[in-house]
Protein backbone atom coordinates (compact mmCIF):
# COMPACT_ATOMS: atom_id res chain seq x y z
CA UNK A 1 0.00 0.00 0.00
CA UNK A 2 1.44 3.32 -0.96
CA UNK A 3 1.98 5.88 1.78
CA UNK A 4 -0.18 9.75 1.35
CA UNK A 5 3.37 11.02 0.09
CA UNK A 6 3.32 8.26 -2.43
CA UNK A 7 -0.46 8.90 -3.78
CA UNK A 8 0.41 12.51 -3.88
CA UNK A 9 3.18 12.29 -6.06
CA UNK A 10 1.31 9.58 -8.33
CA UNK A 11 -2.22 12.01 -8.61
CA UNK A 12 -0.14 14.84 -9.44
CA UNK A 13 1.38 13.08 -12.59
CA UNK A 14 -1.66 11.64 -13.36
CA UNK A 15 -3.61 14.72 -13.20
CA UNK A 16 -1.18 16.14 -15.64
CA UNK A 17 -2.12 14.07 -18.43
CA UNK A 18 0.05 15.62 -20.82
CA UNK A 19 1.88 12.95 -23.79
CA UNK A 20 5.45 13.49 -22.09
CA UNK A 21 3.30 12.63 -18.49
CA UNK A 22 2.19 9.53 -20.35
CA UNK A 23 5.56 8.28 -21.28
CA UNK A 24 6.78 8.87 -17.82
CA UNK A 25 3.91 6.91 -16.40
CA UNK A 26 4.51 4.18 -18.56
CA UNK A 27 8.11 3.70 -16.91
CA UNK A 28 6.74 3.87 -14.14
CA UNK A 29 4.01 1.25 -14.33
CA UNK A 30 7.00 -0.90 -15.14
CA UNK A 31 8.14 -0.52 -12.12
CA UNK A 32 6.71 -3.51 -9.02
CA UNK A 33 4.85 -2.37 -5.95
CA UNK A 34 8.02 -2.99 -3.77
CA UNK A 35 9.81 -1.09 -6.46
CA UNK A 36 7.97 2.23 -6.74
CA UNK A 37 7.98 2.57 -2.95
CA UNK A 38 11.96 2.46 -2.75
CA UNK A 39 11.72 4.81 -6.06
CA UNK A 40 9.39 7.33 -4.32
CA UNK A 41 10.83 6.98 -1.23
CA UNK A 42 14.05 8.45 -2.74
CA UNK A 43 12.31 10.94 -4.39
CA UNK A 44 10.87 12.28 -1.60
CA UNK A 45 14.38 12.42 0.21
CA UNK A 46 15.44 14.22 -2.99
CA UNK A 47 12.94 16.75 -3.29
CA UNK A 48 14.80 19.31 -0.73
CA UNK A 49 18.41 19.10 -2.72
CA UNK A 50 18.53 22.26 -5.00
CA UNK A 51 20.29 20.32 -7.37
CA UNK A 52 20.44 16.70 -8.71
CA UNK A 53 24.16 15.58 -10.02
CA UNK A 54 24.70 14.34 -13.78
CA UNK A 55 24.57 10.83 -12.44
CA UNK A 56 21.35 10.80 -10.98
CA UNK A 57 18.76 8.24 -12.56
CA UNK A 58 16.74 10.44 -15.40
CA UNK A 59 13.18 9.10 -14.46
CA UNK A 60 14.26 10.29 -10.84
CA UNK A 61 14.86 13.78 -12.25
CA UNK A 62 11.79 14.06 -14.40
CA UNK A 63 9.64 13.17 -11.57
CA UNK A 64 11.32 15.45 -9.40
CA UNK A 65 10.98 17.85 -12.29
CA UNK A 66 6.62 17.75 -12.41
CA UNK A 67 6.90 17.32 -9.04
CA UNK A 68 8.98 20.33 -7.34
CA UNK A 69 7.72 22.68 -4.95
CA UNK A 70 6.78 21.30 -0.81
CA UNK A 71 4.20 23.52 -1.18
CA UNK A 72 2.58 21.81 -4.29
CA UNK A 73 3.25 18.48 -2.27
CA UNK A 74 1.66 19.59 0.76
CA UNK A 75 -1.74 20.51 -0.82
CA UNK A 76 -2.54 17.07 -2.63
CA UNK A 77 -1.40 15.57 0.41
CA UNK A 78 -4.49 17.48 1.74
CA UNK A 79 -6.67 16.56 -0.78
CA UNK A 80 -6.35 13.45 -0.62
CA UNK A 81 -6.10 13.41 3.17
CA UNK A 82 -9.86 15.19 2.78
CA UNK A 83 -11.03 12.54 0.58
CA UNK A 84 -10.09 9.83 3.17
CA UNK A 85 -11.89 11.38 5.87
CA UNK A 86 -15.10 11.65 3.44
CA UNK A 87 -14.40 7.86 2.82
CA UNK A 88 -13.54 8.34 -0.62
CA UNK A 89 -11.45 5.24 -1.84
CA UNK A 90 -8.18 5.97 -3.41
CA UNK A 91 -6.66 2.77 -5.80
CA UNK A 92 -3.15 3.22 -7.73
CA UNK A 93 -2.04 1.58 -10.24
CA UNK A 94 -0.11 -0.90 -7.75
CA UNK A 95 -2.97 -1.81 -5.58
CA UNK A 96 -4.54 -5.08 -5.39
CA UNK A 97 -7.76 -3.46 -5.61
CA UNK A 98 -7.00 -1.81 -8.98
CA UNK A 99 -9.52 -3.37 -11.79
CA UNK A 100 -7.68 -6.37 -13.17
CA UNK A 101 -9.38 -5.47 -16.85
CA UNK A 102 -8.56 -1.74 -17.23
CA UNK A 103 -4.73 -2.58 -16.11
CA UNK A 104 -4.15 -3.91 -19.52
CA UNK A 105 -5.56 -0.94 -21.73
CA UNK A 106 -3.49 1.64 -22.93
CA UNK A 107 -2.74 4.47 -20.95
CA UNK A 108 -4.40 3.07 -18.25
CA UNK A 109 -5.24 5.61 -14.78
CA UNK A 110 -2.38 5.23 -12.54
CA UNK A 111 -4.98 6.12 -9.77
CA UNK A 112 -8.71 6.35 -9.36
CA UNK A 113 -10.96 7.87 -7.07
CA UNK A 114 -13.96 5.77 -5.89
CA UNK A 115 -16.98 7.33 -3.83
CA UNK A 116 -19.69 4.67 -2.91
CA UNK A 117 -20.29 1.11 -2.25
CA UNK A 118 -19.33 -1.07 -5.08
CA UNK A 119 -16.11 -1.20 -7.74
CA UNK A 120 -15.86 -2.46 -10.21
CA UNK A 121 -18.74 -5.07 -10.12
CA UNK A 122 -19.61 -8.06 -10.77
CA UNK A 123 -18.93 -8.33 -15.18
CA UNK A 124 -19.58 -4.70 -15.83
CA UNK A 125 -21.60 -3.93 -19.24
CA UNK A 126 -21.19 -0.85 -20.14
CA UNK A 127 -24.08 1.31 -21.92
CA UNK A 128 -23.90 4.25 -23.49
CA UNK A 129 -25.19 6.73 -26.31
CA UNK A 130 -26.35 10.40 -27.10
CA UNK A 131 -26.85 12.71 -24.70
CA UNK A 132 -30.40 13.52 -26.90
CA UNK A 133 -32.23 10.72 -27.74
CA UNK A 134 -35.11 9.98 -28.84
CA UNK A 135 -38.28 8.63 -26.71
CA UNK A 136 -37.86 5.53 -28.07
CA UNK A 137 -33.52 5.52 -27.06
CA UNK A 138 -34.17 6.27 -23.75
CA UNK A 139 -36.69 3.48 -23.18
CA UNK A 140 -34.16 1.08 -24.66
CA UNK A 141 -31.57 2.21 -22.69
CA UNK A 142 -33.22 1.80 -19.71
CA UNK A 143 -34.55 -1.62 -20.80
CA UNK A 144 -30.74 -2.94 -21.34
CA UNK A 145 -29.59 -1.38 -18.32
CA UNK A 146 -32.29 -3.86 -16.03
CA UNK A 147 -32.32 -6.64 -18.12
CA UNK A 148 -28.13 -6.60 -17.45
CA UNK A 149 -28.66 -5.64 -13.88
CA UNK A 150 -31.34 -8.45 -13.23
CA UNK A 151 -28.42 -10.96 -14.46
CA UNK A 152 -25.49 -9.43 -12.08
CA UNK A 153 -24.01 -7.57 -14.63
CA UNK A 154 -22.77 -4.07 -13.21
CA UNK A 155 -23.91 -1.27 -15.52
CA UNK A 156 -21.18 0.82 -16.57
CA UNK A 157 -21.95 4.69 -18.08
CA UNK A 158 -21.36 7.95 -17.74
CA UNK A 159 -23.74 9.75 -15.50
CA UNK A 160 -24.44 12.21 -19.00
CA UNK A 161 -28.12 13.35 -19.76
CA UNK A 162 -30.01 11.08 -22.07
CA UNK A 163 -28.76 7.68 -22.25
CA UNK A 164 -26.36 7.13 -20.26
CA UNK A 165 -28.74 8.11 -17.29
CA UNK A 166 -31.36 5.68 -18.28
CA UNK A 167 -29.35 2.99 -18.29
CA UNK A 168 -28.38 3.88 -14.69
CA UNK A 169 -31.74 4.20 -13.85
CA UNK A 170 -32.66 0.97 -15.26
CA UNK A 171 -30.03 -0.89 -13.07
CA UNK A 172 -31.05 0.81 -10.16
CA UNK A 173 -34.98 -0.31 -10.53
CA UNK A 174 -33.95 -3.77 -11.32
CA UNK A 175 -32.12 -3.62 -7.77
CA UNK A 176 -28.70 -3.94 -9.64
CA UNK A 177 -25.64 -2.12 -9.42
CA UNK A 178 -24.20 0.96 -11.70
CA UNK A 179 -21.01 2.46 -12.05
CA UNK A 180 -20.74 6.07 -13.35
CA UNK A 181 -17.17 7.08 -14.79
CA UNK A 182 -17.47 10.67 -14.64
CA UNK A 183 -14.93 13.34 -16.57
CA UNK A 184 -14.36 15.59 -13.66
CA UNK A 185 -13.65 14.64 -9.69
CA UNK A 186 -15.64 12.54 -7.91
CA UNK A 187 -17.74 15.48 -5.68
CA UNK A 188 -18.49 17.34 -9.19
CA UNK A 189 -21.64 16.39 -10.50
CA UNK A 190 -22.29 17.05 -13.72
CA UNK A 191 -24.90 17.51 -15.50
CA UNK A 192 -26.37 18.93 -12.01
CA UNK A 193 -29.87 17.89 -12.78
CA UNK A 194 -28.50 14.21 -12.21
CA UNK A 195 -27.57 14.94 -8.61
CA UNK A 196 -29.92 12.79 -7.01
CA UNK A 197 -29.14 9.88 -9.75
CA UNK A 198 -25.47 9.87 -8.94
CA UNK A 199 -26.48 9.92 -4.86
CA UNK A 200 -28.64 6.86 -6.20
CA UNK A 201 -25.51 5.66 -7.42
CA UNK A 202 -23.38 6.39 -4.52
CA UNK A 203 -25.28 3.68 -2.73
CA UNK A 204 -25.63 0.82 -4.98
CA UNK A 205 -22.23 1.37 -7.17
CA UNK A 206 -19.88 3.94 -7.62
CA UNK A 207 -18.85 7.20 -8.84
CA UNK A 208 -15.38 6.76 -10.62
CA UNK A 209 -12.78 9.11 -11.79
CA UNK A 210 -9.24 9.41 -12.26
CA UNK A 211 -8.95 13.51 -11.86
CA UNK A 212 -8.11 15.07 -8.09
CA UNK A 213 -10.34 18.12 -7.97
CA UNK A 214 -6.92 20.08 -8.99
CA UNK A 215 -8.04 19.31 -12.75
CA UNK A 216 -9.99 21.96 -14.06
CA UNK A 217 -13.33 20.15 -15.96
CA UNK A 218 -12.82 20.86 -20.04
CA UNK A 219 -14.09 18.91 -23.30
CA UNK A 220 -11.51 16.90 -23.02
CA UNK A 221 -11.92 14.68 -20.44
CA UNK A 222 -14.76 13.37 -21.43
CA UNK A 223 -13.53 11.79 -24.54
CA UNK A 224 -10.38 10.62 -22.08
CA UNK A 225 -12.86 9.21 -19.46
CA UNK A 226 -14.54 7.04 -21.99
CA UNK A 227 -11.22 4.99 -21.78
CA UNK A 228 -11.95 3.57 -19.01
CA UNK A 229 -15.78 3.20 -19.57
CA UNK A 230 -14.85 -0.04 -21.86
CA UNK A 231 -11.96 -0.56 -20.25
CA UNK A 232 -14.10 -1.81 -17.21
CA UNK A 233 -16.31 -3.62 -19.40
CA UNK A 234 -16.91 -7.24 -20.78
CA UNK A 235 -19.06 -5.58 -23.80
CA UNK A 236 -19.95 -2.22 -24.74
CA UNK A 237 -23.72 -1.78 -25.96
CA UNK A 238 -24.42 1.70 -28.07
CA UNK A 239 -27.97 2.38 -27.81
CA UNK A 240 -28.40 5.60 -29.63
CA UNK A 241 -25.96 7.97 -31.21
CA UNK A 242 -26.08 10.61 -33.74
CA UNK A 243 -23.66 11.31 -36.64
CA UNK A 244 -20.95 13.16 -34.68
CA UNK A 245 -19.78 12.76 -31.01
CA UNK A 246 -18.24 11.35 -27.58
CA UNK A 247 -20.28 7.66 -28.31
CA UNK A 248 -18.01 7.51 -31.55
CA UNK A 249 -15.11 7.87 -29.48
CA UNK A 250 -16.42 5.85 -27.59
CA UNK A 251 -16.32 3.26 -30.14
CA UNK A 252 -13.47 3.74 -31.16
CA UNK A 253 -12.13 2.85 -27.51
CA UNK A 254 -13.82 -0.43 -27.38
CA UNK A 255 -12.72 -1.49 -30.81
CA UNK A 256 -8.98 -1.12 -29.81
CA UNK A 257 -9.60 -2.72 -26.22
CA UNK A 258 -11.03 -5.68 -28.59
CA UNK A 259 -14.16 -5.20 -26.01
CA UNK A 260 -17.37 -6.85 -27.92
CA UNK A 261 -19.25 -3.67 -29.09
CA UNK A 262 -22.72 -3.40 -30.08
CA UNK A 263 -25.18 -0.77 -31.60
CA UNK A 264 -28.87 -1.29 -31.32
CA UNK A 265 -30.15 -1.30 -34.93
CA UNK A 266 -31.61 2.03 -35.70
CA UNK A 267 -32.06 1.73 -38.83
CA UNK A 268 -35.94 2.84 -38.39
CA UNK A 269 -35.52 5.31 -35.57
CA UNK A 270 -37.37 8.37 -37.48
CA UNK A 271 -34.51 10.73 -36.54
CA UNK A 272 -31.76 11.02 -39.92
CA UNK A 273 -29.02 11.89 -37.67
CA UNK A 274 -29.36 8.94 -35.32
CA UNK A 275 -29.74 6.28 -38.87
CA UNK A 276 -26.65 8.35 -39.69
CA UNK A 277 -25.02 7.47 -36.51
CA UNK A 278 -25.88 3.66 -36.39
CA UNK A 279 -24.46 3.57 -39.66
CA UNK A 280 -21.57 5.18 -39.21
CA UNK A 281 -21.09 3.12 -35.96
CA UNK A 282 -21.66 -0.10 -38.00
CA UNK A 283 -18.52 0.98 -40.39
CA UNK A 284 -16.21 0.76 -37.47
CA UNK A 285 -17.14 -2.51 -36.57
CA UNK A 286 -19.70 -2.24 -33.91
CA UNK A 287 -22.08 -4.97 -34.47
CA UNK A 288 -25.80 -4.43 -34.55
CA UNK A 289 -28.13 -6.09 -32.72
CA UNK A 290 -32.16 -6.25 -31.64
CA UNK A 291 -32.27 -7.56 -28.35
CA UNK A 292 -30.19 -7.53 -25.13
CA UNK A 293 -30.16 -11.45 -25.50
CA UNK A 294 -28.26 -10.56 -28.82
CA UNK A 295 -25.19 -9.73 -26.46
CA UNK A 296 -22.40 -12.07 -26.06
CA UNK A 297 -20.20 -11.24 -22.99
CA UNK A 298 -16.56 -11.99 -22.49
CA UNK A 299 -16.16 -14.46 -19.84
CA UNK A 300 -12.85 -13.48 -18.23
Do not use: C
Amino acid sequence: MLKIEHLAIVTLLNDEGRSDIRELAQRLRMLSATGLRSFLDEALERMSEKGLSWKSDPLLVQVLKETAGPKRMDHYIAVLNGYRSRGIRIIDYWDGGYPERLRHISNPPLVLFVRGQVFPGSSPVAIVGTRTPSPRGVTLAHEFGSFFAERGHTIVSGLAWGIDSAAHTGALDAGGTTVAILAGHVEHIYPKANTDLAAAIVKRGALVSEVSPEVVLHKGRFVERNRITSGLAHAVIVVESVRSGGTLQQVRFAIGQGRPTYVVDQSDFENPETKEGFQRLREMGATPIRNPTDVRILSA
